[in-house]
């Protein structure tokens, strides 16, 4: 619910009852020209959930506060002037991190046609350039800061929402967060400055995106039917490949002879016993 202080102009958004941080963007967002998200954790859940709202948005950045190891972190602060090399290195790293997130997080996903619309229109955004993507390869990030820029001539220049919720769907509907909708110019100008100024060091994981949605995932759009079929037998017989070398090097000679139908014949065996 929403609670407005009488002391303050400060919004308190909770994602209770009839009123979450999802509704709260739809009414905001329709008037927003240019919208910045600065997030620990983005997950397409998060974007799906909001990307109808977003079709009149003219341009949209997503920065996510993505780690690097320890290593490449310290390496990174230490260097006064880091070399060419020091910075591929981590920029490179950084990308292989948010693809290897990506593809755990689409692993884990449901299968259904709102999240295939939301994620093909997210690809057709980068495409077009009417959103970019990046990470910044550092460890000490760890805001939530969502930035709404009116059109010119507007009420008041934007607003500014930060607090707790990361872009998910559980940050946007289902935890109880607590975030606070800042409306002064000092605030949204503070914001947009920090904003620009990570984004100017982020590594730009746009192509990343696609290239893992399109290749690593299950919407991978080059899967033939035989390709599905092959992935079906072999997650239908999977036990039965796994058990051949532990039935055959633990119970059978080492002399005997192994011949395939043979090695069938043990594994059924074995599996009506075992039912």
């Known amino acids: 619910m929403y609670h407005i202080m009488t002391t ?18 739809n009414k905001l967002i329709k008037d927003t020209r240019f919208f910045d998200v600065l997030v620990g954790y983005f997950y397409t859940s998060g974007f799906y959930a909001l990307y109808k709202s977003l079709e009149a948005t003219e341009k949209i950045r997503i920065l996510i506060g993505i780690g690097t190891n320890r290593d490449t972190y310290n390496l990174i602060q230490k260097s006064y002037i880091p070399t060419q090399e020091s910075l591929q290195f981590s920029h490179a790293e950084a990308k292989e991190k948010f693809s290897d997130t990506l593809v755990e997080e689409m692993g884990v996903s449901e299968d259904n046609h709102d999240l295939e619309e939301g994620v093909n229109k997210f690809l057709e955004w980068l495409k077009s350039g009417k959103l970019e993507i990046k990470a910044y390869p550092s460890e000490n990030i ?5 930035i709404m820029t009116f059109a ?3 009420r008041d220049v934007g607003r500014v929402i930060t607090g707790s ?5 559980a940050g946007l509907v289902d935890n109880l967060e607590f975030n606070v ?4 110019r000092s605030d949204y100008e503070f914001a947009k400055l920090k904003f620009t100024e990570l984004w100017k060091n982020a590594v730009d994981v746009s192509e990343k995106y696609i290239e893992t949605i399109q290749t690593k995932t299950w919407l991978n759009n ?5 390709d599905l079929y ?4 072999y997650e239908y017989f999977k036990d039965e490949i796994s058990r051949t070398s532990e039935v ?16 069938q014949a043990v594994l059924n065996a074995k599996k009506i016993l075992e039912e």
Not at 165 to 169: A, E, L, V
């Open 248 to 263: 055959f090097y633990k119970y059978v000679p080492t002399e005997f002879k192994k011949l395939e139908y043979q090695e």
């Open 181 to 184: 909708e800042l409306k002064t």
């Open 152 to 154: 010119e001539g507007d």
């Open 230 to 233: 092959l992935k079906f037998l």
């Open 222 to 226: 080059t899967i033939t039917p035989y």
């Open 8 to 25: 303050s102009d400060l919004t308190f958004i909770t994602n209770e009852k009839d009123n979450t941080l999802l509704d709260r963007f």
């Open 142 to 146: 760890h805001a939530k800061l969502y």
């Open 165 to 169: 919720s990361n872009f998910t769907q």
